[in-house]
């Protein structure tokens, strides 16, 4: 049995994309992909998700967090022994970047890592510095401009702040028993969005949803569930049991109040 202290979660696997970070070398990369024919969204995906396969990862199109076709992320890779998600926005040489600020947003409520994926255009200068940048070449390759990095929005990196939740919610012990409990939490929310993306097809012919490959909790994840569902049955018992309590003790009255009346009424002091 998983000890407490030990990770459940493997180590995601290295995208290893080709690191060009020196000016000079991404100038001279850039110049010389600026003498290409143009691609397209389709040309781009065709050369970076055989890639992402080749590592082992699971790829899904145009699909985002919410469903399909609204917003979709463009191609998202998974790594199913991590649970780890990858995002990629891709931008041909004849798209905009006028909608990337909303999409990166929705990328981040759901990936590890997010990338931006161009040929030719030049990368804005507001792009998130936990955006990374990637650049595809007609001879298939591929270039990494810059780190991609988790975008954690519910991070909290400090204890003293984990201490004063802990206090100011009057949670008894220390900082450490409500980090625990919000990292199974967000465990498991990692894992239902990775079944959302990679276990869940949708069959356009027939409007219907199917699970293709499923991804199970870890047992601990199980039994954490399932003590937090036996704890709310145990309070939601309590609590009917205080109802039929009180309601009890209303009968009990009500008939103690008939037993004094017909007690009366036996004895001649009530007359009918």
């Not at 199109?61 to 919410?66: A, C, G, H, S």
């Not at 206090?167 to 465990?187: P, V």
């Amino acid at each position: 049995m998983m000890k407490d202290t030990e990770e459940e979660t493997k180590k995601p696997i290295d995208l290893d994309f080709e690191e060009v970070y020196r000016p000079e070398d991404r100038v001279k990369i850039v110049e010389r992909i600026n003498l290409e024919e143009n691609m397209d969204a389709k040309d781009i995906i065709q050369i970076l998700e055989p890639y992402l396969k080749d590592l082992g990862l699971l790829t899904v199109r145009e699909k985002n967090y919410v469903g399909f076709n609204e917003s979709p992320f463009d191609l998202t890779a998974g790594d199913e022994d991590a649970l780890a998600i990858y995002g990629f926005e891709i931008k041909s040489d004849k798209d905009t970047f006028d909608r990337l600020e909303r999409q990166l947003q929705h990328y981040s409520y759901v990936c590890e890592n997010i990338f931006l994926v161009v040929h030719k255009k030049e990368v804005p200068s507001w792009l998130p510095s936990w955006c990374g940048v990637i650049r595809v070449s007609s001879d298939k390759k591929i270039y990494q401009e810059s780190y991609s990095y988790k975008n954690d929005l519910f991070n909290i990196s400090t204890g003293y702040a984990w201490d004063r939740i802990a206090s100011e919610n009057g949670i008894a012990g220390s900082k450490d028993k409500l980090q625990k409990l919000f990292n199974e939490i967000m465990g498991i929310r990692k894992n239902i969005l990775f079944n959302h993306y990679f276990a869940i097809e949708y069959d356009k012919a027939t409007n219907n949803s199917t699970f293709k490959k499923f991804f199970p909790l870890s047992d601990r994840q199980k039994s954490f569930i399932t003590g937090l569902t036996i704890e709310y049955q145990i309070k939601e018992f309590q609590r009917e049991l205080k109802t039929m309590e009180r309601r009890f003790e209303t009968i009990k009255q009500s008939v103690n109040v008939q037993l004094n009346i017909k007690e009366k009424e036996k004895n001649g002091k009530i007359k009918c």
